[in-house]
């Protein structure tokens, strides 16, 4: 994509600078702010996505691959997470017996738990530091331009 643009840059515009800004601001804000919010549950925002992806799944397992793929997570950063969910008894690996080389992540007790603890205040922080900043009209408006926005990054991956 670099490449593509090497000579002649499409420079932002004063409004798109101020909505990219503006953006990348508050969502990284946001991020951090509802991080903090889990802390009390020993959670970070990345354990509680691989922990709610896990309580949705069937039998609360799912294979490590495409784990990564919906938590949003790149494979060797989810394999850290796991070591360090293991660690606190929140999941555990099984082998994949179909597939030698892949692995489950598995939701424990201890997980659920953990999840069922979190979920209400997680919610409410959503709710609290999100949602309630948002008309009806903002809902479906920011539904749809992120819709768009994560159909073009499928379409056009980022290089890794």
Known sequence: M??????????????????????????????????LDLASHELSMADYEVLAQ??????????????????????????HRIKVMEKAGWVKREPCPEDKRGYFAVMT???????????????????????DHLTKEDQRVLSEIFERVTHSLKINPPAE
């Open 109 to 131: 007790a201890k997980g659920w738990k953990a999840i069922v603890s979190a979920a209400p205040d997680h919610v409410e922080s959503v709710r609290t530091r999100f949602v």
């Open 2 to 35: 670099a490449g593509q643009n090497a000579t002649t840059p499409r420079w932002l515009n004063a409004a798109e600078m101020k909505a990219w800004r503006r953006y990348i601001i508050a969502s990284r804000r946001l991020l951090e702010a509802l991080d």
């Open 54 to 79: 896990l309580s949705d799944a069937p039998e609360r397992r799912m294979r490590m691959s495409e784990l990564a793929d919906v938590a949003m997570l790149s494979r060797s950063r989810l394999s």
